[in-house]
């Protein structure tokens, strides 16, 4: 599945050069959460990857049982 996903990813940048394309594992997107809510730069983390074309997220089920990081996500 990921290298699917990569492949996704990397024909989207290149149908779409312009695009913000961002791919990440769950666990990466929980890190930067959590170190996002220590630092108390929420705004700027969802600023982040609301400013995306396309999110690309593998391994969501990592997401499972993390109730707060699934409502951010």
């Known amino acids: 599945k990921t290298h699917l996903l990569e492949g996704v990813c990397s024909a989207l940048r290149q149908r779409y050069p312009d695009w913000k394309v961002l791919y990440l594992t769950a666990e990466d997107f929980t890190n930067r959460f959590v170190q996002a809510m220590h630092q108390q730069k929420l705004n700027a983390f ?27 996500f």
């Open 46 to 72: 969802r600023k982040s990857f609301r400013d995306c074309d396309a999110l690309m997220v593998d391994d969501v089920g990592f997401l499972a049982k993390k109730q707060a990081t699934q409502e951010e």
